[in-house]
């Protein structure tokens, strides 16, 4: 006789019996107001899991992961997976994967498509010269710390708003304005990196400490910002030359293909790593 595979939600028991991938945190996703778990069952055990999250600033879509036991694959209890979350949702469903990966493969099958894009993003030191020479110099560029209190918050959420307006709008909620805020609160000021034009903030390459590799978020402050492309080359120009003296061993960017002033910098930049696709499956017909 064959088995079928069995669907049904995730309960707070199951955590413990899952022995692939990474289910630590998913009893505590279970409990987020819109979030839904589903497990694939066989003969008793959980052969796979699905989850998905409404995020609190981007909520246009509906964020989700899925997880099939290695010994369980190739049998359509991935798709499966994700079809049942599909009929339940009722905005399309979005995820990361490596440009070339399984995953990417994977979700392209079930209709997914692009809707953004990160190009490679990592800058080693090997190549901060280069790159510090491709930018030209950081004249009239002063650190974030150098502005008034409370200034480099609310340039953080300009700049977050109008980049992400066009695909992935920020949500009109205070939750999403407070995550923002908070976020901002990690942002190292002094090599955080403010290009004037005319005596005012123009562009910002913004920069969040890490140890291994800080983070840079870079682009101009609007849409239609006067010299945005020379402005935002001499904040990152900055951000770089202070990395090199610095001693830091590599810049982790980020950004999308899509940003259109950092997008074509990225390109002329040395940069490394995999191209990142933020794919989604639409919403059943
Ligand atoms: C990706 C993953 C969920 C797929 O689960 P699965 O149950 O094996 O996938 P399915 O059998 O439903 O595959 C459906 C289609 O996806 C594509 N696909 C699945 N696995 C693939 C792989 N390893 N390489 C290339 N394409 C693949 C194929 O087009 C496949 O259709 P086909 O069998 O007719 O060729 C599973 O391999 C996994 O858990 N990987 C690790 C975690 C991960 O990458 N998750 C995705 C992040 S959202």
């Not at 809707?115 to 490679?120: E, H, L, N, R």
Request: glycine residues 8%.
């Amino acid at each position: 006789m064959t088995e079928h595979v069995g669907f049904r939600d995730f309960q707070p028991s199951d955590a413990t019996r899952i022995e692939f991938g990474e289910p630590g945190g998913l009893v505590e996703l279970a409990r987020l107001p819109g979030a839904i778990v589903m497990v694939a069952t066989w003969r008793g055990e959980i052969v796979g899991y699905v989850s998905t999250w409404l995020a609190t600033v981007h909520r246009t879509r509906r964020f989700i992961d899925v997880e099939v036991a290695p010994g369980s694959r190739g049998r359509r209890i991935g798709t499966r997976l994700v079809e049942r979350i599909r009929q339940r949702s009722d905005r399309p469903l979005a995820t990361k994967a490596v440009e070339g990966s399984d995953a990417a493969a994977f979700i392209r099958s079930l209709g997914g498509g692009l809707y953004a894009s990160c190009p490679p993003l990592e800058l080693p030191r090997r190549q901060f010269g280069k790159a510090i020479e491709t930018l030209g110099g950081h004249r009239e560029v002063i650190p974030a710390s150098a502005l008034s209190p409370g200034e480099p918050e609310h340039l953080w959420l300009q700049f977050y708003r109008w980049v992400h307006q066009d695909w992935s709008p920020v949500d009109d909620s205070g939750e999403a304005r407070e995550a923002l805020i908070q976020e901002a609160a990690e942002l190292d000021l002094d090599r955080s990196s403010v290009a004037l034009v005319d005596g005012q903030p123009a562009a910002v390459a913004f920069v969040f400490d890490d140890d291994l590799a800080p983070t840079v978020c870079a682009e101009t402050l609007t849409r239609d910002a006067p010299d945005g492309d020379e402005a935002l080359a001499r904040a990152v120009c900055r951000v770089v030359a202070d990395a090199r003296e610095n001693g830091v061993r590599k810049l982790a960017f980020d950004g999308h293909e899509q940003d259109p002033h950092f997008g074509p910098l990225a390109a002329r930049l040395p940069m490394e790593g995999s191209r990142l696709l933020l794919l989604e499956i639409p919403l059943p017909a």
